[in-house]
């Protein structure tokens, strides 16, 4: 629940921002305006537990972020598909440890989130230290150095960091 003035904004920001998808996706009919404003304040209650006032996004971050995350998502979906129609597919699948720098939260599950994206890297368990359990499909590949690429990348999309969590 909001505690400071800032914090109120927030939350009034986002119930417009809710209420005003609201009046795109259901149109500017009178008689459903009050169903539209609870939904719209449920959404701003939520967003506010989900992902507090303090964790902004970085547009320049994002941007860089997509830059490097498209081709790269592609190169490794096309990889992904070399080995499965190799007569032998060259594969050494098995488990990398990783340790995250970002702490336990709602920052650490989008980056896990985001890894999963990836093709032939998909992040199963994490402990509460940081260590993040990745399957991969071949062990071979530089997989540590990669999830550190991506881990950096995906941090500059947030204003903090990910420091906050």
């Known amino acids: 629940m909001p505690d400071s003035p800032a914090s109120r904004h927030v939350l009034l920001t986002r119930g417009a921002g809710f209420l005003a998808l609201w009046l795109v ?33 970085s547009l320049p971050g ?17 990889d992904v598909a070399r080995r499965a129609f190799a007569p032998v597919p060259p594969l050494q699948p098995g488990f ?3 340790r995250t720098a970002l702490p336990a939260g709602m920052a650490r599950q989008a980056c896990c989130a985001v890894m999963s994206l990836q ?9 509460v230290d940081g260590t993040l359990h990745i399957h991969c499909l ?4 530089p997989v540590t150095e990669q999830l550190a690429a991506d881990e950096a990348a995906f941090c500059e999309t947030l204003q903090d960091g990910g420091r906050n969590g």
Do not use: C, H, N
């Not at 071949?138 to 590949?141: A, S, T």
């Open 25 to 57: 996706l259901m149109g500017p009919a009178l008689k459903d305006l009050p169903v539209g404003i609870v939904a719209a304040a449920a959404a701003a209650w939520t967003s506010a537990i989900l992902w507090p006032a303090r964790g902004g996004l």
């Open 138 to 141: 071949d062990l071979r590949e």
């Open 119 to 127: 093709p032939g890297k998909l992040p199963v368990a994490a402990e």
């Open 62 to 78: 994002i941007l860089r972020f997509l830059v490097r995350f498209l081709p790269q998502s592609v190169a490794a979906g096309l």
């Open 96 to 98: 990398v440890t990783y």
